[in-house]
């Protein structure tokens, strides 16, 4: 067992003789740099992003433009009409300060409404994220770039729902 300490020692002081290590006044070693993202944009200038809620898929295209946004080829109004969907869906660009200068299309299939819009935000955030990476922060800050993981439970056998049990009878 000495011996383990010894060589463990020397190997030690042979690692502080690294050039690589660099050692800070408090002992800790320097932080590995910071990641940098890069933009992804399509010859169009365009860049795309797929969003995902419950079971909602979108696809997202955005671009420079006059913040004109068409879901599956209607307007955002007509295709959203309650007030709560629409702001739900202009969330990522509000907080990101952006709003009135981005064109988003996309295309939404599968669940209901408030999943559908949920899966345009989440997908317009990453969209925006590919087209200026500075966003990234803003946008991971507010939360918009998480996937809500949270989908329906299935319905088990001998229940009436997914844990709803039938009513009780004694007799």
């Known amino acids: 067992m000495p011996n383990a300490e010894v060589r463990s020692l020397e190997d030690l002081g042979s690692l502080q003789n690294l050039s690589g290590l660099q050692v800070g006044l408090q002992g800790e070693t320097a932080a590995p740099p910071a990641r940098v993202y890069e933009r992804k944009v399509d010859n169009f200038g365009r860049a795309y992003a797929t969003g995902k809620r419950k079971d909602a898929v979108a696809r997202v295209w955005v671009k420079q433009g006059p913040g004109k946004i068409t879901i599956n ?3 955002l ?3 959203f009409a309650r007030p709560v969907l629409q702001m739900i869906l202009k969330q990522p660009l509000v907080a990101a300060k952006r709003e009135g200068q981005f064109d988003v299309v996309c295309t939404v299939a599968g669940g209901g409404l408030s999943g559908q819009a949920g899966a345009v935000r989440h997908g317009i955030s990453r969209a925006l994220t590919h087209f200026e990476p500075e ?3 803003v946008l991971k800050k507010g939360g918009f770039l998480t996937r809500d993981a949270r989908v329906v439970e299935r ?3 001998g229940k009436a729902k997914a844990r709803k049990s039938f009513q009780f009878s004694k007799r």
């Open 135 to 137: 966003l990234r922060g």
């Open 77 to 79: 109004v007509v295709y």
């Open 73 to 75: 080829g209607r307007d």
């Open 155 to 157: 319905k088990k056998y």
